[in-house]
């Protein structure tokens, strides 16, 4: 149903900032739920931030509460997600997905589509 693009990853310091962009194929953006994880070498996937369709109701794991900031353009069919303040911590790579109206935002079973992911690499 949807084809989903990750740009916008790569190399900052501590501290520094960097803003991912999803791109969604199609004219249905606007039906989709969208989230974000990220995947570091040796861990599990891990739940980052989701918005839903229409943009009200967003939720963040706490590790990165206050520090991201989804958010989503339906017209151009893009979510984002601005990161401040990076840790080294956050170095992954970073998932965007998305699925018809998801319940529980942090589970990664419970979204079915999933771009091929962008790095993120924070250097201390």
């Known amino acids: 149903q949807v084809q989903l693009v990750e740009s916008g990853g790569g190399l900052v310091q501590a501290g520094g900032s960097l803003r991912l962009s999803c791109a969604a194929s199609?004219?249905?953006?606007?039906?989709?739920?969208m989230g974000w994880f990220r995947q570091a070498p040796g861990k599990e996937r891990e739940f980052v931030a989701a918005?839903?369709?229409?943009?009200?109701?967003?939720e963040y794991s706490d590790s990165v509460k206050g520090r991201f900031t989804i958010s989503r353009e339906n017209a151009e069919n893009t979510v984002y997600l601005q990161m401040n303040n990076l840790r080294p911590e956050d170095t992954a790579v970073y998932y965007c997905?998305?699925?018809?109206?998801?319940?529980?935002?942090?589970?990664?079973?419970?979204?079915?589509?999933w771009g091929r992911g962008t790095q993120v690499t924070v250097s201390s």
């Open positions: 997905a998305a699925d018809g109206i998801v319940i529980n935002f942090k589970m990664a079973r419970n979204w079915d589509y």
């Open positions: 199609g004219r249905t953006f606007g039906t989709y739920d």
């Open positions: 918005i839903s369709r229409r943009g009200g109701r967003i």
